[in-house]
């Protein structure tokens, strides 16, 4: 049975910065790509950024680049989601994704996390 299973959120000031996790059970992580999304209230649910199993080779949606970092601990079986400089307008429900391809983009996800709150106050 495949698990994805994120931590790290929480309620935070602006400013500050969270580190998000994802780990992946029941697949085999060093061949899944992993991508994280969020979703904010009322509103889709978007791509945030990916990383390739092959090369470690990053993508981020253009908002978050320099703020977000996505990162890969492959014999932890985890990913991650560095967040700097939070704002309110990061507040939203982040998931993540896994799947078998190699591009770095939002598409084509197989299994998915159940997602953490993360919550900016300013």
């Known amino acids: 049975q495949v698990q994805l299973v994120e931590s790290g959120g929480g309620l935070v000031q602006a400013g500050n910065s969270l580190r998000l996790s994802c780990l992946v059970s029941?697949?085999?992580?060093?061949?899944?790509?992993i991508g994280w999304f969020r979703q904010a209230p009322g509103k889709e649910r978007t791509f945030v950024a990916a990383i390739s199993w092959i090369g470690a080779t990053t993508s981020y949606v253009l908002s978050g680049k320099g703020r977000f970092t996505i990162s890969r601990d492959d014999p932890r079986d985890t990913a991650y989601l560095q967040i700097d400089n939070l704002k309110p307008e990061d507040t939203a429900v982040y998931y993540c994704?896994?799947?078998?391809?190699?591009?770095?983009?939002?598409?084509?996800?197989?299994?998915w996390g159940q997602g953490t709150q993360v919550t900016v106050v300013s």
């Open positions: 029941g697949r085999t992580f060093i061949r899944s790509t």
């Open positions: 994704a896994a799947k078998d391809t190699v591009e770095p983009n939002a598409n084509n996800y197989d299994d």
